[in-house]
């Protein structure tokens, strides 16, 4: 199967969109930003799903014979309309983010509701069942990333407050209680990441330290532009950054990244590295999504080629 590169250092499948509108087997308004895990052998994903009534809820998709994805019929995980959460999800959730950490999978995802936005735990060990674990964070905070280890014996966090559209690093002992909090990156005028940034996904262990995908955006007289780049993180001090891509890796080009319900968008909650690539799933204009790969090799040149600072 030839990729198609159109300049960017992700190469976009060519059976790309993998899930749209019309595969879901219900009606829906839109679809977007997939967490994707390597389980059973398979690539799983984690779809958010914008329900007809203005709700988000998240779907696990699972791959069918064609290469593309089939949606599930019924939510992996709903709004919590009758326990505890019911005020913080009664807009809904969405924007899973998947790590496996100690045999298990947790699932970072955001719930929004009458209070605000604030980022939810899960977890799950088969993709059948799955249980909360509460809110870790504050109101208003989105792009939410579980690092796949501890690191100084702590749990780390990378999160983004609306305030200020930094990405910021949070510790824990416990996976309930979280401080420790340090500015990671910020956004760069003049680069192509002005004026918001946020972690995409789950960070990735490589030999030059924490491979993180992450995302810029800028604004421009049509709109809002969202591209994804790339950073590589200390292994032992996350809070510092050894080297950010100047470039993005993936840009808006194809007809249907730049058209659909939040045009000249893509937006990644999910990536895997198999060997020395890395596969990526995207979100493209909250209307379908997509998967890319690159050599690693690629990714972190891409990363220390940089002439100008961060």
């Given at each position: ?250 840009s808006p080009r194809e007809r249907y990244e730049r058209i659909g319900d939040v045009p000249n968008v893509v937006f ?43």
């Amino acid at each position: 199967m030839e990729l198609v590169s159109h300049r960017d250092v992700i190469a976009r499948c060519p059976r790309n969109p993998l899930i749209r509108l019309e595969d879901v087997p219900f009606r829906c308004s839109d679809i977007r930003n997939a967490a994707v895990v390597s389980h059973a052998g398979e690539h799983l994903l984690l779809v958010t799903v914008e329900l007809l009534e203005g709700r988000c809820a998240v779907f696990r998709a699972r791959r069918n014979g064609g290469g593309r994805f089939a949606v599930d019929p019924r939510p992996f995980m709903a709004p919590d309309d009758d326990g505890p959460g019911r005020a913080y999800e009664s807009t809904g959730i969405g924007d899973p983010r998947v790590t496996r950490l100690d045999g298990t999978y947790y699932i970072v995802y955001v719930a929004e509701g009458d209070h605000g936005q604030r980022l939810g735990l899960a977890r799950t060990a088969d993709f059948e069942t799955v249980e909360r674990l509460g809110y870790v964070s504050q109101v208003d905070v989105k792009n939410g990333v579980l690092f796949p280890r501890r690191i100084g014996g702590k749990y780390m966090l990378l999160q983004r407050p609306q305030q200020g559209w930094r990405i910021w690093l949070a510790g824990s002992e416990d996976l309930t209680f979280w401080h420790c909090e340090a500015v990671v990156m910020t956004p760069r005028g003049g680069f192509w990441d002005p004026d918001r940034i946020g972690a995409a996904a789950p960070p990735i262990e490589i030999d030059e330290g924490w491979l993180l995908i992450y995302y810029g955006e800028r604004s421009t007289s049509a709109g809002p532009l969202v591209r994804l780049g790339a950073a590589i993180l200390d292994r032992d001090d996350p809070s510092r950054v050894l080297a950010r891509s100047n470039i993005p890796i993936l840009s808006p080009r194809e007809r249907y990244e730049r058209i659909g319900d939040v045009p000249n968008v893509v937006f990644s909650c999910g990536a895997l590295l198999e060997g020395d690539t890395v596969h990526l799933y995207y979100g493209a204009s909250d209307s379908c999504i997509c998967r890319g790969e690159a050599p690693l090799e690629a990714v972190v040149r891409t990363c220390f080629d940089s002439e100008r600072g961060f």
